[in-house]
């Protein structure tokens, strides 16, 4: 059973960082595309950042370009989620997704990584709140 388990998250005030990491239980390689999504109170779930990990791919919402770093380390089967310069609309429970799919919809997974629908193996969820 392939499970996903989010950590890092926390309480910080705007301007400081927090890195997530998301630890899977099977082979990184299992996993074609990951990403991070965030859900705020009363709020839909949005996409933050998605990666190939075997490639330098990623993807942003434009929200946290220059703030937010996703990274793969494929020897320790995680992946990363750097917070810097954080704002209190980034408080929100941040969750990790992965899908074994290559091809979706006739176009490579790495040009889904904003949609929800793409990921089939998601976390539980980790807290971050931001104070102004």
């Known amino acids: 059973q392939v499970q996903l388990v989010e950590s890092g998250g926390g309480s910080v005030q705007a301007g400081g960082s927090l890195r997530l990491s998301c630890a899977d239980s099977r082979y990184t390689e299992y996993h074609s595309c990951m990403g991070w999504f965030r859900q705020a109170p009363g709020k839909e779930r949005e996409a933050v950042a998605g990666i190939l990990p075997s490639s330098d791919i990623t993807y942003y919402t434009d929200s946290v370009k220059g703030r937010f770093a996703i990274s793969a380390d494929n020897t320790k089967n995680i992946i990363y989620l750097q917070m810097n310069s954080l704002l209190p609309e980034d408080t929100a429970q941040y969750y990790c997704?992965?899908?074994?799919?290559?091809?979706?919809?006739?176009?490579?997974?790495?040009?889904?990584?904003?949609?929800?629908?793409?990921?089939?193996?998601w976390g539980q969820g980790t807290q971050v709140t931001v104070s102004s």
């Open positions: 997704a992965a899908t074994s799919a290559t091809i979706v919809a006739g176009r490579p997974c790495f040009e889904h990584l904003d949609d929800t629908h793409l990921y089939d193996v």
